[in-house]
């Protein structure tokens, strides 16, 4: 069955060598140190009577740099986490399900989607590839040349490519267990300096069971958020959703119509309309 609807900074300057302070000893050292313009650290080292260099001095800045990121993103990961507990849980549900095993293929904002089931962890049992063809000629290579790319049209060339390349070369290994799946979305977020329109489709092709004919599940959502950040957060949490709303409840909106409007609000858990507006569903 088929069914649709639609819905300067300025830096000191050193006016004599250093040479001498670090022949001199600790104390002239400390003296001259004190009298010139000279960085922190330099004038730190100088003082202790240690050996002062940009190289060195480049590297602990990095290195000081490179903590800060380590930090941050360790941050904001936990903080995904908390804030978004049921789609954590849904995305590790999914991982831990020996029986689903499939393929993400995402083209504009990120790589959101695919990045859930890593974050969780056990991803291993469910991400057999991920990939995303930004470039045009490459992603042309790949499903075929268009005019548009985020396109209905698009999204369906992405899923039956994907889907072969997943399903066939693993169908001798675990074919007998396993219902293949590729999710693909092909999505335009906000751009730099533009004030665009911000869509995109989504699209899962999927096995119910082991053997089984191939399902589709595809939505058409508009980003309502301001920033492409907030837009990425919004379409990873919603792809979550989505591959769970399809790999657990596709018979409950395969029925009709109505219940395809009824699956909404478990495809925006944890958001809201206010964030991602779904305009279209398509089950066949």
């Given at each position: 069955m088929s069914s649709a609807f639609a819905m300067t900074s300025l830096r000191p300057r050193v006016l004599c060598s250093t040479a001498p302070a670090r022949s001199a000893g600790p104390r002239v050292a400390s003296a001259i140190s004190q009298s010139l313009p000279l960085p922190s650290a330099r004038r730190s080292a100088l003082a202790g009577g240690a050996t002062w260099s940009p190289r060195r001095a480049r590297r602990g800045r990095l290195a000081g740099r490179q903590e800060t990121v380590r930090v941050a993103a360790s941050a904001s990961s936990k903080g995904n986490s908390a804030q978004f507990q049921g789609t954590f849980n849904k995305a590790l549900e999914i991982n831990l399900d020996p029986s689903i095993y499939g393929s993400f293929a995402e083209i504009g904002a990120g790589q959101e989607?695919?990045?859930?089931?890593?974050?969780?962890?056990?991803?291993?049992?469910?991400?057999?590839?991920?990939?995303s063809a930004y470039d045009m000629?490459?992603?042309?290579?790949?499903?075929g040349q268009c005019s548009r790319y985020v396109t209905q049209e698009r999204l369906e060339s992405m899923l039956e490519y994907e889907y072969l390349q997943c399903s066939i070369p693993l169908k001798n290994a675990r074919g007998a267990n396993t219902c293949f799946f590729a999710f693909?979305?092909?999505?335009?977020a906000r751009a730099y300096g533009r004030n665009n329109e911000c869509h995109g489709w989504l699209g899962v092709k999927w096995q119910t069971k082991p053997g089984a004919?191939?399902?589709?599940?595809?939505?058409h959502v508009r980003l309502l958020d301001a920033t492409a950040v907030e837009q990425q957060e919004a379409l990873g949490v919603f792809g979550v959703n989505f591959l769970h709303t399809a790999f657990?409840?596709?018979?409950?909106?395969a029925d009709s119509v109505q219940t395809c409007k009824?699956?909404?609000?478990?495809?925006?858990?944890?958001?809201s309309s206010a964030r991602v507006e779904v305009d279209l569903i398509h089950v066949d």
């Open positions: 989607v695919a990045r859930w089931f890593f974050l969780v962890g056990a991803a291993a049992g469910t991400v057999a590839k991920s990939i000629t490459i992603s042309d290579s790949f499903y693909a979305d092909t999505v335009v004919a191939p399902s589709r599940l595809m939505v657990y409840k596709y018979k409950e909106i009824e699956a909404i609000p478990s495809l925006i858990d944890e958001l």
